[in-house]
């Protein structure tokens, strides 16, 4: 590398780099774009264009090393035999030709590497032909390590250069290869020239009647005009075969474009007419006449133009619009009309016209145009407007278009005075029909009720679907209270007649809110928020019926939602507190352990009792977050007692339908670090209805778990004993409404021993829950039931106030003197 450096910055001019490159690059690119016409053409044109190509890339060679001579600075005395000159020139020409014929047809890899290796072998031969020739007064001393590496990179660059322009894998293919293979030439030639060591020898004569510097110049010069008139020759054949594509390709365009416009002609829906109105003849195409039904020729001596087939409410405005266009104030006449059928009926055209004549005066003279029938999209833009005003299942208004209407009628209202009224309705057991008979049979009542209501409407009224089974009503024909209460009253029993299907009959119910304005409101959203707040309160009071709104149902939602944002705010802040209510071992009254209740102390309402602002979570969403919030902090307290006692927690129905159930409980667990054995979940039979196959899967694997299961309020469901037999529960747990009573009422008394009997056979633990008195717990204790919890042991209160039964000293004494049941006397206490 240090050599061929020297040799081109110490041996060479300055000028002789750039200017050989620039030969060679031309010289390779006017090559590669005769090669090109030879790969294109066929017979004695491929031959010729070949030909060209081997004169054009030898041309190339061979100036780019004679000019690198000439500027080779030899303090030897340098001449050049003619003969061997040509020579170099000749066999430069014919490996070039014999290349372009090898790669002409060919573009597979060996047809690439034989025609690289041909083309390499000619550079070679033309430079060491080219090095013959010249004279000295010396000699020439090669270093064969240098020779072999020029000859190695000069096949690698024009392999590269072939495949290039054969493959074509960049947008600029052919300058790309007339790169490489002008890296090729030089490569060689410069390498080759670093190889090469001129010693001087006094024993040869200094060249005399050899080819001069200045005859040689010459000869180059006149190889590269040779050179540039290929290239000339590449780029006009080039361009005029592009020119010949193009005009051919747009021929045969043209020719298609013409076919193409007759089919549409025939084809398309545009009637063409001419109306020559210096003498009132018109011209229709065949196309305009069967387009309205008529035979071609049928309307001459009908009509002088198509004006007379104008629709009467359509002709005013398109006779305007043609008149404004004959004086020149609109440069092309276009409008929508409709024209009369050879049946008689109507049929929507777009009709465009342009004059195409006026006199001397700028009068119109003549007038083209089209009538392209335009009726499917009329009927299209007419269905889009009704999809867009109504409901796509029962056909009833949407409630965007009812919205439209009530904000028209409470305008309306205001400035004129009057009233009208918005009535809210909403199907009751709808989802059950769902859920039992299918979502298709869902839809179909949907229409089916849609339909009695329609049934039952004034004109002046308007009944909408606003989505699901919520309906809505504009009264406007007697929107008086008596009115309103008979039209409600009527809705509410034809919806309740039942509705034969499959078979069977489906019986739903209705429930409406009321609301008039303007004595509720003159506002869209108020007054429909108000008839919405009004269904609530019926839906609240039973269902099945209706109610007019008054003010205080505007306080209780007032008051639930100021409630509702406490308690997320009490959630997000930590406002809630957890209570412990201690859980007694009936013989011994030993203490085993709490269930953990939430509290909520509010700021400024105080304590709000649980069934409130549980059943708010509930009916908001909120349920599962408490849930989450309970079960972590009742199990992070838990860990961190001193005696391992039992922890119970509630889940609410909403809680047990999530199917991650499970695994949420089992990362809490591991984040507190409580055993799950210590762990044990309550729930009622409500939670387990909602859907029996999900439900029986999260107990099972809760039970995996080690978690105990306890159901709550046993004895107040109604399938409670199938649901023993069902669902692997640890506990059972009697609801208080039966305990608080096993001292008065001999019926409780019975239940209560029948549940103790029923646990025993079973094998399930038994809970009395709501335990207030000795007399109670005489009688528990006598049952054998195992287990106690009511006010008598303990309130539910912080675990802080248990801080001494924790610690393992007596926490209460309450000297209940009983008579002899299990034990001699009847001490009851907590026990360490």
């Known amino acids: 590398m240090y050599r061929t450096l020297t040799c081109l910055t110490d041996e060479h001019a300055a000028w002789v780099l750039p200017l050989s490159a620039l030969v060679c690059w031309v010289s390779c690119h006017a090559a590669f774009g005769l090669l090109k016409q030879a790969r294109e053409s066929a017979g004695w044109a491929a031959a010729i264009w070949l030909a060209a190509t081997g004169a054009a890339a030898g041309a190339g060679i061979w100036s780019t090393h004679f000019i690198a001579m000439l500027g080779h600075e030899s303090p030897l005395a340098i001449g050049y035999d003619v003969r061997l000159t040509l020579a170099s020139l000749g066999v430069a020409m014919a490996t070039a030709f014999c290349a372009a014929c090898l790669i002409r047809r060919a573009a597979g890899a060996v047809a690439i590497v034989a025609s690289s290796i041909v083309l390499t072998a000619g550079i070679a031969a033309m430079h060491f032909t080219g090095m013959a020739g010249v004279r000295i007064t010396g000699r020439f001393i090669w270093d064969e390590t240098l020779v072999a ?295 179909e009542l949907l229409k089916r009720v849609a339909g009695r209501f329609a049934g039952r409407m004034h004109p002046a009224d308007t009944v909408a679907r606003m989505g699901g089974d919520e309906f809505a009503i504009l009264v406007r024909s007697d929107p008086s209270d008596e009115g309103l209460r008979r039209l409600a009253a009527d809705l509410i029993s034809v919806v309740g007649k039942p509705f034969p299907f499959g078979g069977q009959a489906i019986e739903v119910g209705l429930s409406i809110g009321i609301a008039r304005a303007p004595q509720h409101g003159l506002v869209e959203t108020l007054l429909f928020n108000r008839a919405d707040l009004a269904l609530y309160q019926a839906k609240a009071e039973g269902r099945n019926c209706y109610r007019m709104f008054d003010a205080a149902m505007d306080e209780a939602i007032t008051r639930r939602r100021e409630l509702e944002r406490d308690l997320r705010t009490a959630l997000a802040n930590g406002g809630l507190e957890l209570h412990y209510q201690p859980q007694v071992r009936a013989g011994s009254c030993e203490l085993i352990g709490f269930e953990a209740l939430a509290r909520w102390r509010h700021p400024v309402r105080g304590l709000i009792p649980p069934g409130e602002f549980i059943q708010l979570a509930e009916e908001t969403g909120l349920i599962s977050a408490l849930g989450e919030w309970v079960l972590r902090s009742a199990c992070s307290e838990a860990a961190r007692w001193t005696r391992p006692l039992k922890l119970a927690v509630n889940l609410s129905p909403r809680e047990f339908q999530q199917s991650d159930l499970p695994e949420r409980i089992f990362a809490i667990l591991a984040e507190t670090g409580l055993p799950p054995s210590r762990l044990e979940i309550e729930i009622t039979e409500t939670a387990i209805f909602a859907d029996m196959s999900r439900a029986l899967s999260i107990l099972m694997r809760l039970k995996a778990l080690g978690i105990s299961i306890a159901m709550d309020d046993f004895g107040t469901g109604y399938a409670s004993l199938a649901t023993l037999q069902a669902f692997p529960f640890d506990k059972i747990k009697i609801d208080r409404s039966f305990v608080g009573q096993v001292e008065t009422s001999p019926q409780a008394a019975v239940i209560v021993r029948a549940v103790l009997g029923l646990g025993r056979s079973l094998g399930i633990g038994v809970v009395a829950e709501g335990v207030e008195t000795a007399g109670q717990v005489r009688f528990l204790v006598g049952e054998n039931c195992e287990e106690l919890q009511g006010y008598l042991f303990g309130k539910p209160q912080p675990i802080e106030s248990f801080a001494e039964v924790m610690g393992g000293r007596q926490a209460c004494d309450l000297a209940i003197r009983a008579a002899p049941v299990r034990q001699p006397a009847a001490r009851l206490a907590f026990a360490s």
């Open 149 to 443: 590496a020029a000859l190695a990179s000069a096949a690698v660059l024009t392999c590269a250069a072939l495949f290039v322009f054969t493959r074509r894998p960049t947008r600029y293919p052919r300058a790309v290869a007339t790169t490489f293979l002008a890296g090729a030439i030089g490569t060689l030639h410069f390498v080759s020239m670093a190889a090469m060591r001129a010693l001087p020898d006094p024993s040869i004569a200094a060249p005399e009647g050899e080819l001069a510097r200045g005859a040689l110049a010459a000869g180059i010069a006149a190889v590269m005009l040779t050179t540039l008139a290929f290239s000339a020759l590449s780029l006009f054949a080039d361009r005029l075969r592009r020119a010949n594509h193009a005009l051919a390709a747009h021929g045969a365009a043209l020719r298609v474009s013409e076919e193409r416009l007759a089919r549409a002609l025939d084809a398309g829906s545009d009637g063409l007419w001419d109306w020559d109105i210096a003498t009132g003849q018109a011209w229709y195409s065949d196309r305009w006449l069967t387009m309205l039904g008529y035979a071609p020729g049928e309307l001459e001596g009908l009509i002088e133009t198509w004006q007379g087939l104008l629709h009467p409410q359509d002709g005013p405005k398109a006779q305007g619009l043609l008149q404004a266009h004959f004086d020149g104030h609109s440069p092309v006449y276009e409008c929508e009309h409709r024209l009369r059928r050879k049946d008689g009926s109507w049929g929507w055209v777009l009709a465009r016209g342009k004059v195409v004549e006026r006199d001397g005066g700028d009068l119109p003279q003549r007038i083209v145009g089209t009538h392209i029938d335009i009726e499917a999209r009329k009927l299209a833009e007419q269905q889009i407007a009704h999809m867009a005003r109504h409901d796509g299942l029962t056909g009833l208004t949407n409630r965007a278009r009812f919205c439209e209407l009530l904000g028209l009628a409470l305008r309306e209202v205001a400035d004129e005075g009057g009233t009208c009224a918005v009535m809210c309705l909403d199907l009751d057991r709808f989802k059950s029909v769902n859920d039992t008979v299918g979502h298709m049979a869902g839809d």
